[in-house]
Each structure stands twice: as structure tokens, then as C-alpha cells.
């Protein structure tokens, strides 16, 4: 799998942006996503028209912007305090199903009970879209809110200690 330029100031930790850049991949021509949207990029939807090309390097810029956008809004929907890689795991979600989403979701209401068990859990009631209007639970999806759920739980990496 490609990833997007590690020298970038990613907001989130690299597992979170591998994480995205996993389950989005990176097309730089343009495409109609399965909502029938134009896409470009990593997933990236501001913007694209049916004639939208872009570089790697611009690709991957504009998800690093995209993503330190949305992380900056799932940090201030957090009224209990977050780690590096449950903000990772909530940023991929709202970069999957919006901050509206994010915001009323069962996944925020039980984090900011502080019970991250339920809110881990509550990953998985987001694995479902619209086909041929009804609503069908999707095996991509599935995997996403799974891998999102466990980044999620995952304790964070020990910062190394600086020497004196």
C-alpha cells in the first residue's frame, strides 16, 4: 500500500493516516465515488470536477490540510480528554461520515461519558450506506470501523524522554 508523505505535519499519528490512506487509496485523476460524488486525491471532494488531475505531492497536501482540519473539530467536540490514537480513530470516522455525523454519533456521546469500551463498540453501528436506497452493511465498511474501533483502544505510543 502507498502512503502519503511521512515529512508532512500530519495532525494525527502515521497509524491514523495509514489508517485513511488505507481504506480511501489515492486516485489523481478524478472519479465518482460509490455516492456518485467527485473524488480525488485521498478521498478529497472540495473542489473536483469531472476534470480535476493532481500530483502526488498536491494529493497528498491536501489530505494532510484535510485531515488537521478535521481533527481540529473532533478535538473540540471532546469534552472528555483524548489520546493521540483515539483522536486517530475519531478523525477517521468523521473523514468517512462528517463531523455532523461524528457529532451526534453514539461513538462521541460514549466518549465523552469516558467509556471507551461502548464507544469502541459503537464504531461498528456505522458499517452501513444506502443501495438502491436501502440501507446495507457493507464488508468495507465493516473492516474500516473495526480497524478504526482497536486504533481506537490501542494505548498510545510512550513519547521517547528528552535528554538534559
Known sequence: MRLPDPSLPWPIPMAGVALVAEFEGCRLSS???????WTCGWGETDGVTPRTKWTQAYADQ?????????AKAVNALCIHPVTD?????????SYNIGIAGLRGSTVMKCHNQGDHPA?????????KARVNGALTVLAGLTRRRAAEAALYLKPDDPRPVEAK
Not at 119 to 127: D, E, Q, V, Y
Request: charged residues 20%; positive net charge; contains cysteine.
Open 31 to 37: 472519479y465518482r465515488c460509490s455516492a456518485g460524488v
Open 62 to 70: 491536501r489530505f494532510c490540510e484535510s485531515l488537521t482540519e478535521r
Open 85 to 93: 490514537n483515539q483522536l486517530a480513530a475519531l478523525t477517521s470516522l
Open 119 to 127: 464507544a469502541a463498540r459503537a464504531f461498528g453501528l456505522w458499517n
